[in-house]
């Protein structure tokens, strides 16, 4: 249980977690995180119990392990006695996201243990949304010429995507919950989280936020009609906070989205983009190894970072990397394809939501990325209609968690004899 909890804090604070940066420690995530990796690994040693790994999980293993491989011909030599070497900061970060997930998934070997993990995200990004407004109304802009706000330490544009991931599971949990005051608090969460968006500015974040609110209309038939009302009014509520609260040069900022797509160039992110893809016939294969775009492109060339999460892993790990990176990402869709037809749809809009978010970002080696991909992958396990079998005391426990019982049941007929 203590796993869990640790598990679960992490998850909290992973949408807020720039917030608070403690110094030469880093954010309290990475200390929840460690903190949770240590509890579930000594957990695992005493019982001599872990959950069976999944075609996910070898997949992003050997991602891992040619991320490693790629560092021996890394062109980023660079070194500093305050951040480090940039090679192993990236190696390092990979390490720890991978052991991320495979935390996530042995702390999820249940619905309602799923169901709380989800929930602690919506209140992370309650208190990452809170912050944005209470910034606002503080008058403590990130960028005073354009009105943008965030939370302590985040970028707009970051913020604006952890917060839009919140909205299809706030929407799961308050429609199926079977507690008054969670449907409320989730419910709740698209007024606070609409209007947070909208105070960044961020293009992205408005785009991410339109396609996490698609899942209403997609699930409307789906829910109770309590949840169909409950969201009109919440929707209603936010858009008149939105038009009294949110300044005019954000709405201006917001409504040049479409004709930057269409004539503009993204904010020089199109030049970015098209100098990254240049940058690949050299390395086609094999890329420039971890941190790669920061030393062939941001060092000698003076271009900013990636802007875009799949051009930044085709450039440091090459096509063989973008490939593992794309095939996770399948599995996961494979995967939620079988569930029931609300939880699917739900499902799916949170995975199209992420897709939308690391389109103009690198989010490679962040949190939220894997954070996501790793609870899709639990909901993909838990959410699945079982299989009819015998009952079993040691199958209702977990079969999940012992391979003597995983053996045993391959023996058991699916129907009892005659």
Known sequence: MFAYVCAWLF???????DVIVLPGLGTLSKL???????????RVLLTAKVRRPVS???VAFAYLCWVLLSASWAVNTYCSPVFGCSVRNAIDSYLRLFVMVWVLWEA???RSRLMGLL???????????AGTIYNFASGAAVRRTLDRFAANGFDPNDLGMLLALAMPIAWYIGSSSSSTILRWVNRGYFLLGSVAILLTGSRGGLLAMLVALSVIPWTMTQVRRSMRIAAVAVMFVAGIA???????????RLASTESEISQGDMTGRWEIWKAGIAAVPARPLQGYGPAGWEMELSHRLG??????????????EGLIGLVLFLLL??????????????ERRVTLALLATLATAIMPLAWDTKKALWLILGMLLSCSAVMAPTRRTLPSDAVAKDPAYSPVVQRSRRGVPRTAPR
């Open 329 to 342: 990402l399948l599995i996961v869709l494979k995967r939620l394809l079988p569930l029931p037809v609300f």
């Open 11 to 17: 998850v909290f604070a992973v949408p807020w977690e």
């Open 56 to 58: 996910f999980h070898w």
């Open 303 to 316: 271009i900013k970072g990636p802007h875009n999460t799949y051009l930044a892993i085709l450039v440091d």
């Open 32 to 42: 929840l995180g460690i903190a949770a990796f240590g509890v579930t690994a000594l």
């Open 108 to 110: 999820t070997p249940t």
């Open 242 to 252: 939105a038009a009294l609260y949110v300044p005019a040069r954000s709405f201006e």
């Open 119 to 129: 929930q602690a995200y919506v209140l992370g990004a309650y208190v990452a949304a």
